[in-house]
């Protein structure tokens, strides 16, 4: 997958979903080949960019959660690891744990053949401490490959803001430019 | 862009390109910042637990694993928080480096843009 920083024009024309913005060479063939006024062109511009705005805040918001995500797999399987060794030296675990907001309660745990692991959508599986760290360990993997793709979809996304952002700014300008041209021809 | 007289620089992909390439950096520098602020916190936490446990006399400490407190005796803990300290200082001296490459190429890049456009372009903080 091109991951590359080349957008257009000899690069990517969209990436999962999210077109690129083509870069403009030149404003005057761009407009006239697009058959839009300045202000058409620029109204077209402006959505471009909100829409790429959109995208970008779902994109944030995916981030976070993956970045929650993470650090909770790795709890837990710090929690199997420690398990594990307890039960390779023969003993119980004793650990405080939250009964209700404020108020602990002591366990010891004994038999720590098996944790039970939470998969959501209210399903909790028993699972054997190698089991349960291996799924955690493929857990923890692919939270962080899709986190790793989701960092680039926001680059990308984000340089696509930044080419219209210019582009705009762009158009604007040689609008202001033609009009004082005109403004200098007249009065001539 | 600034909203200019119209007479400036005519802006190529390669322009567009280190433009999209500055955006990324400073994307990435505040990411950092904060990052680096939370890094922080967590070293003078770590660093607050080991005196704790300079302090105190018990022979059995509870330590946070998840979201549980495991009792552990004194040593154990200190060789686990021992460890997570040196993670830690780690970490954030890693954070701190890739901080100082971006504010070089971030100079590097201003050198080059402000070069061609003078006025035209806007590249500080608002």
């Known amino acids: 997958m091109a991951a590359a920083a080349a957008s257009t024009p000899q690069g990517v024309t969209e990436r999962r979903g999210i077109p690129a913005a083509s870069f403009v060479e030149?404003?005057?063939?761009?407009?006239?080949?697009?058959?839009?006024?300045?202000?058409?062109?620029?109204?077209?511009?402006?959505?471009?960019?909100?829409?790429?705005?959109?995208?970008?805040?779902k994109l944030l918001a995916q981030q976070r959660d993956l970045q929650a995500k993470i650090p909770d797999i790795e709890k837990c399987l710090d929690i199997v690891a420690s398990l594990q060794v307890k039960k390779a030296l023969g003993e119980a675990l004793t650990a405080d744990f939250e009964l209700s907001e404020g108020i602990y309660s002591r366990a010891k745990i004994e038999d720590t053949d098996s944790v039970c692991l939470w998969l959501g959508a209210n399903i909790m599986l028993e699972y054997s401490c190698d089991e349960a760290n291996a799924l955690l360990k493929k857990n923890l993997e692919n939270a962080k490959a899709s986190l790793e793709v989701l960092v680039a979809d926001l680059q990308f996304s984000r340089d696509q803001q930044t080419i219209t952002q210019v582009t705009i700014a762009r158009v604007f300008n040689w609008d202001v430019h033609q009009r004082r041209s005109k403004q200098?021809?007249?009065?001539t | 862009m600034q909203q200019g007289d119209g007479?400036?620089?005519?802006?190529?992909?390669?322009?567009?390109?280190?433009?999209?390439?500055?955006?990324?950096?400073?994307?990435?520098?505040h990411e950092l910042d904060?990052?680096?602020?939370?890094?922080?916190?967590?070293?003078?936490n770590l660093d607050d637990a080991g005196n704790e446990?300079?302090?105190?006399?018990?022979?059995?400490?509870?330590?946070?694993?998840?979201?549980?407190?495991a009792h552990m005796p004194r040593d154990d803990?200190?060789?686990?928080?021992?460890?997570?300290?040196?993670?830690?200082?780690?970490?954030?001296?890693?954070?701190?480096?890739?901080?100082?490459?971006?504010?070089?190429q971030m100079v590097e890049l201003k050198k080059i843009l402000y070069g061609k456009f003078k006025d035209a372009i806007n590249l500080e903080e608002d």
Request: net charge negative; charged share 35%; hydrophobic share 40%.
């Open chain 1, 26 to 57: 030149d404003v005057e063939s761009y407009l006239r080949q697009a058959r839009l006024d300045v202000n058409s062109g620029l109204a077209f511009l402006q959505e471009r960019l909100q829409q790429y705005k959109i995208v970008e805040m």
């Open chain 1, 184 to 187: 200098a021809t007249k009065e």
């Open chain 2, 7 to 29: 007479a400036e620089a005519q802006v190529t992909w390669e322009d567009q390109q280190n433009i999209n390439r500055f955006g990324r950096l400073n994307n990435r520098l």
């Open chain 2, 34 to 44: 904060d990052e680096i602020k939370l890094a922080k916190e967590a070293n003078e």
């Open chain 2, 53 to 69: 446990l300079i302090l105190s006399d018990e022979d059995v400490v509870r330590f946070q694993i998840g979201e549980v407190f």
């Open chain 2, 77 to 104: 803990v200190e060789t686990r928080l021992e460890q997570m300290k040196e993670d830690a200082a780690k970490k954030l001296e890693r954070l701190e480096e890739e901080k100082e490459s971006i504010l070089a």
